[in-house]
């Protein structure tokens, strides 16, 4: 009795009717359009492929043929015989004798004539004056003492060959004999830079010419 107090008429809606129509006919057309379409009569365009003929490839060139061998011309072959030689068994020598030749005569067209003075050998060369030190410079003549020596306590002497020209300068300097290198060394380079000597002559003319000298190294004259 209670429960149909309470409960509400049912009422029909045209409006929900009509959307679930929609629906259900909307799913069935989508099915459609979406199914596989099948032509019963084969495709309407068919292709149809040929093979094209590829040209052959071209024949190979011939190998080079080697050169047929020249003909080898026949070699003829000559065998001459050996003549036997016959050897003597005794030797044999003939000697004959031969007439000395005749004893020449006195020649004849052949006067060498008169007799050609001889020519005048040459005059002598007018002697030569060897070069001398020139005083102005004699103080320069003795090298610096080594330093090296002076502090070994050694005394030193050198002897050179110097080659000095027309204005009295050194020009060239060789060692004869030295007690030591550093001696050497001193020597040298105070005869190329400080000595001065009075040229050679011969004849009154300057000329270059060699001299030797000296030198000897005492500690008692180095203080």
């Keep these: 009795m ?5 409960a509400r008429p049912t009422r029909f809606n045209p409006g929900g009717l009509t959307a679930a129509v929609a629906i259900n006919v909307a799913l069935v057309a989508a099915l459609m ?9 084969g495709p309407e365009h068919v292709l149809i492929t040929d093979n094209i003929p590829i040209d052959p490839p071209p024949p190979e060139p011939p190998l080079p043929q080697p050169p047929a061998p020249a003909a080898r011309a026949p070699v003829e072959r000559i065998v001459a015989p050996i ?10 020598f003939t000697t004959s004798t031969t007439e000395s030749p005749p004893v020449a005569g006195p020649l004849i067209g052949t006067d060498p004539g008169p007799a050609t003075p001889a020519a005048d050998p040459a005059p002598p060369l007018p002697p030569l004056v060897g ?3 020139d005083p102005r410079y004699a103080a320069q003549f003795q090298p610096v003492y080594p ?10 002497r050198v002897t050179v ?7 009295g ?3 060239q300097i060789e060692r004869v004999n030295a007690t030591s290198d550093a001696f050497w060394q001193a ?15 011969r004849g009154g003319v300057p000329v270059e010419a060699w001299r030797s000298l000296t030198l000897t190294f005492r500690m008692e004259d180095a203080d």
Excluded: C, S
């Design 2 to 6: 209670y429960a149909d107090r309470y």
């Design 33 to 41: 359009f979406a199914g596989p379409k099948i032509l019963p009569n």
């Design 83 to 92: 003549p036997p030689i016959t050897v003597p068994t005794e030797a044999t």
């Design 131 to 133: 070069p001398q030190i």
């Design 147 to 156: 330093a090296a020596e002076r502090r070994a306590n050694h005394d030193g």
């Design 161 to 167: 060959r110097v080659l000095v020209g027309t204005d």
């Design 169 to 171: 300068r050194v020009k």
């Design 187 to 201: 020597t040298m380079e105070r005869a190329t830079r400080a000595w001065r000597f009075t040229p050679a002559t």
